[in-house]
């Protein structure tokens, strides 16, 4: 593409791609994020770091894509996500356990499964808490205050917007 920067410098499309997903993922442009997603695998290697960052934010924006469009195409790909999710989060807790609980938790929430859910939604803030990553803390309480609220629970949707608000004003 014209506005990609770095055309043939491989490492500069990465971070680009990178940033685009995470940017878009944040802005809720699920299409333009699943774009950026596609651009990212088709120049990196496997095993990158960067790799499974995108592949958390790919599983959510996928969900999320499911929640609104009942596009059950891309549950398969999402099981394929978290499959992978647990062999890194088995090699580097502190960086992924919290993005595969979140991942799951939205897949049970998806599935109707409402006690898997919320626990994994707790134990996904949880473990960001933890690990001080505040930014995916807040998007874990949302993301719970969202489902909580999908199930008739406001008080407890409340109380999950007013965490991840907390979060974000930390974050800044």
Same mark, same amino acid.
Request: charged fraction near 25%; include cysteine.
């Given at each position: ?5 770095? %055309? ?20 809720? #442009? ?31 924006? $996928? ?30 807790? $502190? ?23 919320? %626990?994994? #939604? ?11 990553? %505040? ?38």
């Amino acid at each position: 593409e014209a506005s990609d920067p770095g %055309i043939g410098n491989k490492p500069v499309l990465e971070v680009f791609y990178f940033h685009q997903v995470f940017r878009n993922y944040w802005l809720g #442009y699920s299409e333009r994020c699943h774009h950026f997603v596609q651009k990212f695998f088709a120049i990196s290697k496997p095993g990158h770091f960067f790799i499974y960052v995108i592949k958390f934010y790919h599983g959510l924006n $996928s969900l999320d894509m499911i929640k609104k469009q009942a596009n059950y195409s891309k549950s398969k790909e999402v099981d394929e996500i978290i499959a992978s999710m647990k062999v890194v989060a088995s090699q580097s807790e $502190s960086n992924f356990r919290n993005k595969l609980e979140l991942l799951e938790a939205e897949q049970r929430g998806l599935n109707n499964f409402h006690h898997d859910a919320m %626990i994994f #939604y707790k134990a996904a803030i949880e473990s960001a808490r933890k690990n001080k990553f %505040i930014h995916e803390q807040g998007l874990a309480c949302e993301k719970a205050g969202f489902y909580c609220k999908r199930m008739k629970d406001n008080e407890k949707s409340l109380m999950y917007f007013n965490q991840a608000r907390e979060c974000y004003e930390k974050w800044g």
